[in-house]
C-alpha cells in the first residue's frame, strides 16, 4: 500500500471538532477534524500529541468534550502554530496523523525509506505515523546457539515521520528455523536515538553504529532461563488476553488461533476445574503451572506477530514478549529436566487463503 503524506502549519483554533451521536449510546463520539475545509479522520497520536504539545492530559474530556477543550486553549494560546501531518492512503483516506512543534525538525516519509534500504533495512513496514525497520548491529549477526535453536543479532527501529516523538532502538533476535523475530518491546531493551538539528544524518549515524554487547548479553540470559522455566497461568492469562482481543478484532489470519493456544499450553480450564480463570487472584495464577515453558509462549507470540498479524496487532504481542522477558518470570528455573522444542506452533491447514504476512 502506498500513502502520501502533507505537512502544514495551522493554530488551534483552526481545527474543528465534528461530533455525531452514537445510535445505541446516546453518547457524541468524534467524527472528524474539518481544517483547512477537509474531514480529516484523527488518529490517536493527534490526541496524544495534542496532550503533550499544550499540557492536558486525556481525562479532561471527562468533564469536558473535545471541542470545548480546543476552544478554551485557542483563547489562551491564540497565537501558538503547531506542524501538523496528514496521511492519505491509495483509497483516498485521509486521517490527522500529529501536531508538533514547528520549530522541531523532521523528516519525511521518502527520506527516512532511503536511509533504511542504503543501510540494508529488512521488513520495512508502516504504520500510524511510524516507519519500523530491522538491521543488523554494526558486530554483525553473531550467530549462536540456545537449547538446539540458532539465533542471530538484530536490532528494530521505529522513526516517526509525522514530527511527533523521536526514533527509538530496540534489541531483537532472530530465530532461523522459524524466521521468527522476538523484540524486545520494554524500556530495559530500548536506546532513544538522540535528534539534533539534521535528523537524517543522526539516523545514519545510529543504523551504522548500533551495537549493545551487554544488551545482547541480558536478553540471552533471558531466553535461556525462559527455557528451563514452566510458564505460569498468569502468565498464559496475559498471552490469552492479548490473541481473545487480536482475534475479536480479526487482526489474526490463522483461523484457530486459540486451539493452537490451548494445544501449547494445555487446557488449563480443564486442568485446574474453573470456567473462569480470573476467579483466582494473581497471587495464585503466579504459583500454579501451565504444561507448557516460557520459551514457548515467546515462540508461540513472535509466530503469531511475524507471520500472521497486522503491523499494530504485532507490536502489541512484541510487548507482550518485552514485558514477559524484563522481569523475572513466575516461576524462574523451575523446569529441571531437558526438552526438545517445536519448531512451529501454528497448524498450516488452518491458515486462511490471505495470511498477513508482515
Not at 538522540?194 to 545510529?206: E, T, Y
Request: glycine share 6%; hydrophobic share 35%; charged share 25%.
Amino acid at each position: 500500500m502506498q500513502w502520501n503524506f502533507d505537512y502544514g502549519y495551522a493554530r488551534v483554533n483552526d481545527f474543528r471538532v465534528i461530533t455525531n451521536k452514537d445510535a445505541k449510546t446516546g453518547k457524541s463520539v468524534i467524527e472528524a477534524i474539518e481544517l483547512d475545509g477537509q474531514r480529516l479522520k484523527p488518529s490517536s497520536r493527534f490526541w496524544k500529541s495534542m496532550f503533550m504539545r499544550f499540557g492536558f492530559s486525556e481525562s479532561v474530556f471527562r468533564y469536558f468534550d473535545h471541542a470545548e477543550v480546543l476552544q478554551r486553549i485557542a483563547e489562551k494560546a491564540p497565537s501558538d502554530l503547531v506542524r501538523y501531518c496528514v496521511e492519505e492512503d491509495h483509497f483516498g483516506t485521509k486521517r490527522l496523523l500529529s501536531v508538533s512543534n514547528p520549530k522541531r525538525p523532521t523528516i519525511t516519509h521518502e527520506e527516512v525509506r532511503g536511509l533504511l534500504s542504503g543501510y540494508e533495512g529488512m521488513d520495512i513496514t508502516y504504520n500510524e505515523g511510524v516507519l519500523t525497520s530491522t538491521h543488523r548491529p554494526r558486530s554483525g549477526d553473531c550467530s549462536f546457539e540456545i537449547g538446539g535453536d540458532e539465533f542471530k543479532h538484530r536490532f528494530v527501529m521505529e522513526t516517526p515521520i509525522d514530527g511527533f516523538s523521536q526514533p527509538r532502538i530496540f534489541l531483537s533476535f532472530l530465530r532461523m528455523i522459524c524466521s521468527n523475530g522476538a523484540i524486545g518491546y520494554s524500556r530495559a531493551f530500548r536506546s532513544d536515538v538522540s535528534l539534533g538539528k539534521d535528523i537524517g544524518h543522526c539516523i545514519s549515524r545510529a543504523l551504522e553504529s548500533y551495537d549493545n554487547g551487554e544488551g545482547y548479553a541480558a536478553l540471552r540470559q533471558r531466553f535461556e532461563s525462559a527455557q528451563t522455566s514452566w510458564a505460569s497461568l498468569h502468565e498464559c492469562n496475559q498471552l490469552y488476553k492479548n490473541l481473545a482481543k487480536l482475534e475479536q478484532q480479526r487482526a489474526i489470519s490463522s483461523n484457530n488461533v486459540m486451539s493452537d493456544f490451548h494445544r501449547v499450553t494445555g487446557r488449563l480450564h480443564e486442568i485446574y476445574g474453573l470456567s473462569n480463570l480470573d476467579a483466582l487472584s494473581e497471587k495464585r495464577q503466579r504459583i500454579l503451572p501451565a504444561k507448557c515453558r516460557i520459551y514457548d509462549l515467546i515462540n508461540f507470540a513472535s509466530e503469531i506477530a511475524t507471520h500472521y498479524s497486522r503491523n499494530e496487532s504485532g507490536r502489541n504481542l512484541q510487548a507482550y514478549i518485552g514485558s514477559l522477558i524484563s522481569d523475572e518470570y513466575d516461576m524462574e528455573g523451575t523446569a529441571t529436566d531437558t526438552t526438545e522444542f517445536s519448531d512451529f506452533f501454528i497448524e498450516p491447514t488452518v491458515a486462511t487463503a490471505d495470511p498477513l504476512l508482515n
